[in-house]
């Protein structure tokens, strides 16, 4: 018997992956986010920022590599798992490491657990499902290869737009099919000005703190906030949009 051909018995005398090995990262993710939300809902917040903001400075500037490399542990495990005080985490990284690199910081740990949450979804329901929409002929998989044709510029206009939850725009992609490059890229730089804002914010809570105030966190839906966000959702449509008006135009 030959290489190839023995190779090819060996294999098929292997049993099937077991889909629970698949699905395991994602029930893995699934329990700690229930979790956490029960553990630590009252804890990742604003309220716990402003009470140790001293203690955390202090640390800071004693050990600064050592608090970023913990920050950005941290801000991924929030993501990944789901768990409450992204937006907190967004202004502590501000707060401690001011707009640059904080803004990196925040971006990159953002990016980073969303991807693990993607690459879960992904083996553990992701490929399964996109596989029984690509053999259907209904609605959804004509709006997953809408989508899928247009990755990118649809992907970066849903993540600049505040109109779709994080934990949801992380789930989507990977259920319909996403190439992972693709996911990441346009988290990364999807979420980029959403983050400088929220970074920005956190930078100067030092003065808000010291006024007894709390940050404005609606501050990305204010008018001047709100509209060049939009409209920067909607220059990366714009591709999608040139493409559809030259499918329209007649041909002579």
Do not use: C
């Not at 690459?119 to 259907?136: E, F, N, T, Y």
């Not at 998989?141 to 949801?168: G, H, Q, W, Y």
């Not at 809570?205 to 509209?227: C, M, Q, S, W, Y």
């Amino acid at each position: 018997m030959s290489e190839p051909e023995e190779k090819a018995r060996v294999t098929t005398q292997l049993p099937p992956p077991s889909p629970w090995r698949a699905r395991l990262p994602l029930l893995i993710i699934a329990l700690v986010a229930i979790t956490g939300a029960l553990l630590f809902r009252d804890h990742l917040s604003f309220e716990t920022l402003r009470d140790n903001r001293a203690a955390l400075i202090a640390f800071r500037d004693d050990y600064y590599f050592l608090t970023a490399l913990g920050f950005v542990a941290a801000y991924t495990a929030i993501v990944a798992f789901s768990l409450p005080g992204a937006t907190a985490a967004t202004l502590t990284g501000g707060f401690l490491f001011g707009l640059f690199p904080g803004a990196f910081l925040n971006l990159f740990a953002a990016t980073a657990g969303a991807v693990l949450i993607f690459m879960a979804v992904r083996a553990g329901l992701g490929r399964a499902l996109a596989a029984r929409i690509d053999a259907s002929e209904g609605r959804i998989k004509r709006v997953k290869d809408s989508i899928r044709a247009n990755e990118i510029p649809v992907l970066l206009s849903l993540r600049m737009m505040p109109v779709l939850p994080f934990f949801v725009m992380n789930v989507l992609p990977a259920l319909i099919g996403v190439r992972l490059p693709v996911f990441a890229a346009t988290t990364f730089f999807g979420i980029m000005p959403g983050g400088l804002i929220y970074t920005w914010v956190g930078a100067g809570l030092g003065e808000v703190f010291a006024r007894d105030e709390t940050p404005n966190l609606g501050i990305i839906f204010e008018p001047h906030i709100l509209g060049p966000l939009l409209g920067l959702a909607a220059l990366s449509l714009l591709p999608v949009i040139v493409k559809a008006f030259r499918k329209s135009e007649p041909r002579t």
